[in-house]
């Protein structure tokens, strides 16, 4: 069984398991495109969490609310903020800063562009 996101307009209205015949039968109507659970900014990851040399489809595994960019065969998520721009290798969107590292939590504030520690 495979992972099928159908596709609207160019935006992701829901994802389900099926198998490839049953797609291909039209039971469900058009529009369905495969996904990979495993996929994540291009990257096929295992079972483990970590990268495993798989073939990644589609650059993201598709959500609803997804768009799917047909030119860049990928599936993007929504812009979390109008300030965030799309990683072409990924179609990952980031912030206009990196977002500090050490053991703090923050949250993106978009009135200063700027990560702020939670309490």
């Known amino acids: 069984m495979s992972h099928f996101a159908k596709v609207e307009g160019g935006m992701v209205t829901q994802v389900i398991v099926a198998d490839q015949d049953v797609i291909d039968s039209g039971m469900f109507g058009s529009g ?38 047909a030119g860049r065969d990928a599936f993007i998520p929504p812009q979390p903020f109008p300030s965030w721009t799309l990683v072409e290798e ?16 923050y949250t993106w504030d978009e009135a200063t562009l700027s990560w702020v520690e939670m309490p």
């Open 90 to 105: 990924t179609c990952q969107w980031t912030a206009p800063t990196s977002m500090p590292v050490d053991d703090k939590r």
């Open 32 to 69: 369905w495109v495969q996904t990979s659970y495993n996929t994540r900014g291009g990257v096929h990851y295992g079972q483990d969490g970590q990268p495993d040399g798989g073939v990644a489809m589609r650059k993201n595994y598709a959500g609803i609310g997804f768009t799917y960019d």
